[in-house]
């Protein structure tokens, strides 16, 4: 489904050249919950982007569903995006004004989903992360956690086969931590939804079907 092939990624802060990624190899398919390891500046975001569609290799290919995200267009790329991805990221990057409820909606919105079968939808995922009796709140009025199991509604909403979650947990304490994951592994099991999700906590891995060890823009195993 997700195949990365001797990805190197530079960035360039002024004229110093920044190696973020160099020559990184892994692939993968459905129901797999993949954990991405490693210290702060390791190249876990970078290569989250990567297989996100938001950015593409300088140089090694990613592909997706056989295709390389470099010769995507634009429409391309966002399309892949809407339907085949979902993401998560550590700041739950909810809009503010919408209540929790309408942030799930969202995606839908765009993609010319009815708004009967849309309430359906939304009403059933939010049952499902445990936060029907906050449908109407907005993110100011949920806790960290609550706010996290919006994102992961809002995530889901499209349909995704694989879900990118940048640090789902670093912004929460250990035991909301844990229930997130814990909520992301059932729907793993229950869904069969793809999670690739990136974290400093090497404990996390005992969650995860694979985990990939990054240090200094390579993986270790
Ligand atoms: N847009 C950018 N411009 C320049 N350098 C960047 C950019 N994004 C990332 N980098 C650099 O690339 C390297 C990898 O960064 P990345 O954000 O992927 O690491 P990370 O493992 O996600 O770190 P953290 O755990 O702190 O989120 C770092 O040295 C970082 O400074
Ligand atoms: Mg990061």
């Not at 195949?3 to 110093?16: A, I, P, S, T």
């Not at 109407?136 to 809002?154: E, F, K, T, Y």
Request: aromatic share 6%; hydrophobic share 40%.
């Amino acid at each position: 489904m997700i195949e990365v092939e001797n990805v190197v990624k530079h960035y360039y802060l002024g004229k110093r050249q920044v190696v973020a990624l160099n020559g990184v190899s892994l692939h993968f398919g459905e129901h797999e919950f993949i954990a991405i390891i490693g210290p702060s500046g390791s190249g876990k975001s970078t290569l989250l982007h990567l297989i996100g569609c938001l950015d593409i290799p300088t140089s090694g290919l990613v592909k997706i569903l056989d295709k390389r995200t470099d010769k995507l267009s634009d429409a391309e790329q966002s399309a892949l995006r809407n339907k085949f991805l979902g993401f998560i990221f550590q700041s739950f990057n909810l809009i503010p004004v919408l209540t929790a409820f309408e942030n799930v909606e969202y995606p839908l919105l765009l993609s010319g989903v009815t708004r009967k079968e849309r309430k359906l939808r939304v009403s059933a995922l939010l049952n499902e992360v445990g936060l029907e009796e906050h449908a109407q709140h907005r993110p100011d009025n949920l806790s960290g956690g609550q706010r996290q199991r919006v994102a992961i509604a809002r995530a889901l909403v499209t349909r995704p086969k694989c879900v990118l979650a940048d640090e789902p947990t670093a912004n929460l304490d250990s035991v909301t931590g844990t229930e997130i994951l814990d909520l992301m592994k059932k729907i793993n099991v229950e869904h069969g939804t793809s999670f690739v999700f990136s974290t400093h906590d090497p404990k996390i891995s005992q969650y995860a079907s694979k985990t990939y060890v990054l240090k200094d823009g390579v993986l270790l195993s």
